[in-house]
């Protein structure tokens, strides 16, 4: 805790002592590793499914498995993770097929995917612009209301 003195307008002197900021970030879960974190990451998680391609799942079913939602941060680390999130084709070094053999390299290519709308008809690149600018006030005001529970 912190002590500062305070000389007010009138000569009094007044001794304030308080928590650091940081303390108080922490003590109201508002801190990387707080409730109030781990909320927002879970709620995040839970609407950006939507907007990731979903042929067979795996994509969606792996970033749910490797997202810790105590951090802030949503995890999607796969072979095929990179070209689904940008939305650009990447093919092969060698053949310049979009398939290659273990251990060859893959470059991007300007041939925008196309992406299977059937499961998840909001699919395409960049999932977390596409989330944020969909559903940004509503994430906003799902986290206002669980701070106000809290109180």
């Keep these: 805790m912190g002590k500062q003195r ?10 304030l002592e308080m928590h650091s900021t940081r303390q108080i970030m922490r003590d109201k879960g508002l801190d990387e590793n707080g ?22 799942g795996m994509t969606i079913k792996i970033t749910v498995a490797q997202t810790d939602v105590r951090r802030p941060l949503i995890v999607t680390d796969t072979p095929s993770a ?19 053999r ?3 390299t893959k470059h991007v290519v300007n041939t925008p995917l196309n992406y299977t709308k059937t499961k998840n008809p909001r699919a395409g690149p960049h ?3 596409a989330v944020s600018a969909a559903e940004g006030k509503a994430m906003v005001a799902d986290l206002q209301r669980y701070i106000d529970r809290k109180r």
């Design 6 to 15: 305070i000389r007010l307008p009138d000569g009094t002197v007044a001794c």
């Design 82 to 100: 990179r070209f689904l999130f940008n939305g650009k084709l990447m093919v092969s070094d060698v053949t310049g097929s979009p398939w290659a």
């Design 35 to 56: 409730d109030v974190q781990t909320y927002h990451t879970r709620n995040v998680l839970r609407r950006i499914v939507r907007y990731m391609p979903y042929q067979n």
């Design 127 to 129: 999932w977390d612009r």
């Design 102 to 104: 273990k251990g060859e």
